[in-house]
């Protein structure tokens, strides 16, 4: 039982590439979301999502877009990345079961673009 | 607006001292209520969460968190730092309707001075 793992762990881009970020869970939850983590702002959520075939945009979504064609896939893209999404990503996934409602993370992407 | 506040950026407290971390959201209903724990490079990890019931919650790590519904707040204490505790913590809220995503904090970081 691996829970929320995230591929790849680091990676630099330069302006303008393009990249998947792959967020992966075995506990079978139903909701899925990406966060970026930047000094002094916490974490804010770029898109989520409720269901397998179903993406919502976030706080922060532009410059990115989502898709969970299998339920316990969501994949993050960057079309053209730019040196403002230099960032830690967070992705997680939530189960909503009254008072053991949790919300589990996986271990993290750094991305630095450059 | 649903909002979290962590009025504190930075504390510093010497080891075996008490500790508490201030947090305060706006809301329009009663949310869930947690506390998360990253050190440096790492995930978030869940030191505790409120649902409902007992306002004073026990965490991991011998940490535990009042919910004080007058004053919006979810501090969180414990009575004796050990160097181990130097991170950063996030405060975050959650509504009860299901697909919603956490809303965090700006984080505090914590220093443990010998």
């Known amino acids: 039982n691996a829970g929320v793992t995230q591929t790849p762990k680091f990676r630099v881009l330069k302006t303008g590439q393009s990249m998947t970020l792959l967020c992966a869970q075995d506990m079978n939850h139903e909701y899925m979301y990406w966060y970026r983590q930047d000094p002094g702002m916490g974490l804010r959520l770029i898109h989520y999502s409720v269901g397998e075939g179903t993406t919502a945009k976030g706080e922060v979504p532009d410059g990115y877009n989502v898709s969970r064609l299998k339920k316990q896939n969501f994949l993050l893209g960057l079309e053209s990345a730019a040196p403002s999404q230099t960032s830690v990503y967070f992705c997680?996934?939530?189960?909503?079961?009254?008072?053991?409602?949790?919300?589990?993370f996986g271990p993290g992407t750094r991305l630095l673009v450059l | 607006a649903q909002s979290v506040t962590q009025p504190d950026i930075h504390i510093t407290v010497s080891e075996g001292a008490s500790l508490e971390l201030r947090c305060n959201y706006s809301?329009?209903?009663?949310?869930?209520l947690f506390w998360y724990v990253q050190s440096p490079g790492q995930g978030l990890q869940l030191l505790l969460k409120?649902?409902?019931?007992?306002?004073l919650v026990q965490g991991i790590k011998g940490f535990e968190a009042e919910f004080k519904r007058s004053q919006s707040s979810f501090n969180l204490r414990k009575p004796s730092v050990h160097w181990s505790d130097a991170a950063e913590y996030f405060c975050?809220?959650?509504?009860?309707?299901?697909?919603?995503?956490?809303?965090f904090g700006k984080g505090t970081t914590l220093s443990v001075s010998s």
């Open positions: 975050a809220v959650g509504a009860r309707q299901a697909g919603t995503a956490l809303i």
């Open positions: 809301y329009g209903a009663t949310p869930y």
């Open positions: 997680a996934t939530r189960r909503l079961a009254g008072a053991q409602e949790t919300q589990y």
């Open positions: 409120y649902f409902s019931g007992d306002t």
